[in-house]
């Protein structure tokens, strides 16, 4: 109960910049540790930086904390700099709890994989449908597979 609770505060986030984050979609990250959330962020206008990284940034300390995102976090930045789920693991984070798997060809499973690897417990499809709906990804999903 307490993940979808986390969860939606992830997707409430995320609203906040929704349709300004072209070409990227939005998404929202939330970072919890013993049932208290430390910080939230959301994908800043203009599609950089993703809501992972302002999250981290406003966390300040992240160990052992779950991220709840509403989209796989990235597992390779095409403009260089470090993927999200780098920074997750970094940060040291225990769990990452996410809505949606990303679609995209160049990002798919990538994230996840590198969460795993590092051993971070990844668990997803919380509330796929709400953020798909919440978040228009379903227009961005299709843009995503052509």
């Given at each position: 109960?307490?993940?979808?609770?986390?969860?939606?505060?992830?997707?409430?986030?995320a609203?906040?910049?929704?349709?300004?984050?072209?070409?990227?979609?939005?998404?929202?990250?939330?970072?919890?540790?013993?049932?208290?959330?430390?910080?939230?962020?959301?994908?800043?206008?203009?599609?950089?930086?993703?809501?992972?990284?302002?999250?981290?940034?406003?966390?300040?300390?992240?160990?052992?904390?779950?991220?709840y995102?509403?989209?796989?976090?990235?597992?390779?930045?095409?403009?260089?700099?470090?993927?999200?789920?780098q920074?997750?693991?970094?940060a040291?984070?225990?769990?990452?709890?996410?809505?949606?798997?990303?679609?995209?060809?160049f990002?798919?499973?990538?994230?996840?994989?590198?969460?795993?690897?590092?051993?971070?417990?990844?668990?997803?499809?919380?509330?796929a449908?709400?953020?798909?709906?919440?978040?228009?990804?379903?227009?961005?999903f299709l843009?995503?597979?052509?």
């Amino acid at each position: 109960m307490q993940d979808e609770t986390f969860m939606r505060a992830a997707i409430a986030a995320a609203k906040v910049n929704l349709g300004k984050t072209a070409p990227n979609p939005v998404v929202g990250c939330v970072l919890v540790r013993d049932g208290v959330i430390l910080a939230s962020g959301a994908t800043a206008p203009g599609g950089r930086p993703h809501a992972e990284d302002r999250a981290l940034q406003a966390a300040g300390d992240a160990t052992g904390a779950t991220a709840y995102v509403t989209l796989e976090p990235c597992g390779a930045r095409s403009s260089g700099g470090t993927s999200c789920s780098q920074l997750l693991v970094e940060a040291g984070v225990a769990r990452v709890v996410v809505a949606c798997d990303d679609p995209s060809p160049f990002a798919a499973g990538r994230g996840s994989e590198r969460l795993e690897a590092a051993g971070i417990v990844v668990q997803t499809g919380l509330l796929a449908e709400e953020a798909m709906d919440a978040l228009d990804y379903a227009a961005w999903f299709l843009t995503q597979r052509s």
